[in-house]
């Protein structure tokens, strides 16, 4: 069984920083089609960083300020938020699926996601 847990978030001021957490078992982050997503009252999933083996891409929107890694010993993705703005506010997921959404940052493909965690930027 998959299981995807996510930490880190919290609440900063604009230009803050925080860094994410994605804890999985059942699957190797290493070798799976992995990366975040956010989501906010009434909008739909904005994918916005994945990794496949060696391979990141990133939303416009969050591109040179957030950096997706991993830690293969520890099974473990992350996600390192700097320059944080208002609008970056969201629940945050970690979640893996097939190639798509590793290569088109295609939320919707995602088939597996954790509980999430908040991330609140006040201006």
């Known amino acids: 069984q998959v299981q995807l847990v996510e930490s880190g978030g919290g609440s900063v001021q604009a230009g803050g920083s925080l860094r994410l957490s994605c804890v999985a078992s059942g699957l190797q982050a290493s070798t799976n089609c992995m990366g975040w997503f956010r989501q906010s009252p009434g909008k739909e999933r904005e994918g916005i960083a994945t990794m496949y083996i060696s391979t990141s891409r990133y939303a416009n929107s969050i591109e040179g300020r957030f950096t997706i890694s991993r830690d293969n010993a520890k099974n473990t993705l992350y996600l390192q938020m700097n320059s944080l703005k208002p609008e970056d506010t969201a629940m945050y997921f970690c979640?893996?699926?097939?190639?798509?959404?590793?290569?088109?940052?295609?939320?919707?493909?995602?088939?597996?996601w954790g509980q999430g965690t908040q991330v609140t930027v006040s201006s």
């Open positions: 979640a893996a699926g097939p190639r798509p959404w590793c290569n088109n940052l295609d939320a919707r493909q995602a088939s597996v």
